[in-house]
């Protein structure tokens, strides 16, 4: 119901984001009224898995796109429920300004002009289309001809203005006064037999625009990440690879980034005490967890130096076969969990030496599943 609700009618934004509030509560905290302060911003939880994000779908940019995807339908439907709102709402081709009782109308009528900037015709009959603001030959024939709004209101104002028995037909006034307007039009051909003006999206290659595009059209974009396919497999828990994705994205909760949000608290490694708790220093530079990727770089006969967070992939990138990268991914994220596991013991279970045994327990079960696997040929 409430899917259907927001296909059909404008919600309020504060209400969405209040719905979307208690979703992100809720996939961080399990509770819809609890917030927890290292978190990744909503909208990259919305972005796409190749961006970064988790694929969910934000119900704010959901509702636009069901407006957009409907403002579109209404132009182009000959249902009754269209006939009826166009014949309130439309004045030949043009918007009325003023106001009207409709609750459709109302949700719709923004998405008028971003329908017309992102659409361009396919010629007809041409008596659906303006002649000089459309875009319908490229670039609407006013900006492209540079005439003032004065001078073309006293001018033909339908494309089927210039077609004569399928032909184009450039009425001598016009061509004395706009000699270029021949050539700029006779690229576009005309069919042969009598059809409808079509309004076509552009980024559609049928030029319908469906919900998919119209989502798409309205949701935040971002950069396409190298490691966001290295994270998630079928072969990997999606619990694992959600910490991992944490970490890329430098949101994991240790002691710096709750000091960043305001927290005042002593800082230090549980893991080595030797050191203040940062993100990079748990996972790469601590003393013992250092020993571990060493240990791991013997086993894949490789060697290992973190800049970076992101230098975690290039682990990866090696020359393996497709079993061995497989396995390789899959003893990065769990290394990481275990450490973040360990670490996670020591300082709240007060339980630091059953942590280590753990954690080393762990990797070494999982690195001789690696090192069985190596000893495979590197391209199968």
Request: charge should be positive.
């Amino acid at each position: 119901m409430l899917v259907y609700s927001i296909s059909i009618y404008s919600w309020p934004v504060a209400l969405l984001k209040t719905i979307e509030g208690w979703t992100r509560n809720f996939i961080w905290s399990g509770d819809i009224a609890q917030r927890k302060l290292v978190t990744v911003s909503w909208k990259k939880v919305c972005a796409p898995y190749e961006e970064g994000g988790l694929g969910l779908r934000s119900l704010i940019s959901t509702n636009e796109a069901a407006n957009l995807k409907l403002c579109r339908d209404l132009l182009h439907s000959n249902e009754d429920w269209a006939a009826i709102l166009k014949s309130r709402v439309l004045r030949g081709q043009q918007v009325i300004k003023h106001h009207i009782f409709s609750s459709l109308w109302s949700s719709i009528k923004n998405e008028i002009p971003v329908i017309k900037e992102n659409s361009s015709w396919n010629v007809g009959t041409g008596q659906l289309i303006n002649l000089w603001h459309d875009t319908w030959c490229g670039i609407p024939l006013q900006q492209s001809l540079n005439i003032p709004q004065n001078v073309s209101i006293w001018l033909p104002q339908l494309v089927s203005d210039l077609i004569l028995n399928h032909q184009w037909h450039i009425p001598p006034l016009l061509e004395n006064m706009f000699p270029n307007l021949l050539s700029m039009v006779q690229h576009i051909t005309l069919p042969v037999e009598e059809t409808l003006d079509q309004l076509c999206w552009n980024n559609s290659p049928s030029g319908m625009i469906s919900m998919k595009l119209a989502y798409d059209f309205k949701r935040k974009h971002y950069t396409p990440k190298h490691w966001a396919k290295s994270i998630w497999s079928i072969d990997i828990p999606p619990s694992k690879s959600l910490l991992v994705w944490r970490l890329m994205h430098d949101k994991v909760p240790t002691d710096d980034k709750l000091m960043e949000r305001g927290c005042n608290i002593p800082s230090m490694c549980s893991l080595c005490h030797t050191h203040s708790e940062s993100t990079f220093h748990l996972f790469f530079e601590c003393n013992f967890v250092f020993s571990l990727w060493c240990w791991m770089a013997s086993i894949l006969n490789t060697t290992l130096h973190f800049q970076s967070i992101e230098d975690i992939r290039l682990l990866c990138d090696g020359s393996w076969s497709p079993q061995c990268k497989i396995t390789i991914k899959a003893a990065i994220v769990n290394l990481l969990n275990s450490i973040w596991h360990a670490r996670n013991i020591a300082r709240f279970n007060n339980k630091q030496l059953i942590g280590r045994l753990h954690l080393l327990g762990f990797c070494l079960t999982l690195l001789s599943q690696v090192t069985k696997l190596l000893v495979l040929p590197l391209h199968l």
